[in-house]
């Protein structure tokens, strides 16, 4: 499976961002989709995941959404009222694990897309 992360840029405070990324292969709707995100300096940290339906790690409740499209092969992060502490690397990350919020869950990493929210 090759993952394909898009989406980041250059947003205000207060703005937001829809992050996509795509899968390839037959096998995306058994797959558990997650999205992580890391600053320099500080590990990677779980912000949301989706299999039947949608978990979502502390940072992310209230603010973001993720949602699937298996027609697509497609995960989607739909990012509001972004707050400059949002600002990081963004990865979205596949596997079939029954738990979802360690990096070791997932079996397959998209490059990361870069997300920056000013102040």
């Known amino acids: 499976v090759q993952l394909q992360a898009s989406g980041g840029g250059l947003v205000q405070a207060g703005g937001s961002l829809r992050l996509s990324c795509s899968a390839s292969g037959s096998t995306f709707s058994t797959l558990v989709m997650g999205w992580f995100r890391q600053v320099p300096g500080k590990e990677r940290e779980f912000v949301a995941a989706?299999?039947?339906?949608?978990f979502y790690g502390d940072a992310a409740k209230g603010r973001f959404t993720i949602a699937r499209d298996n027609a697509k092969n497609t995960v989607y992060l739909q990012m509001n009222k972004l707050k400059p502490e949002d600002t990081a690397v963004y990865y979205c990350?596949?596997?079939?694990?029954?738990?979802?919020?360690?990096?070791?869950?997932?079996?397959?990493w998209g490059r990361g897309t870069l997300v920056t929210v000013s102040s």
């Open positions: 990350a596949a596997g079939w694990s029954n738990t979802v919020v360690r990096e070791s869950d997932y079996n397959f």
């Open positions: 989706i299999r039947d339906s949608p």
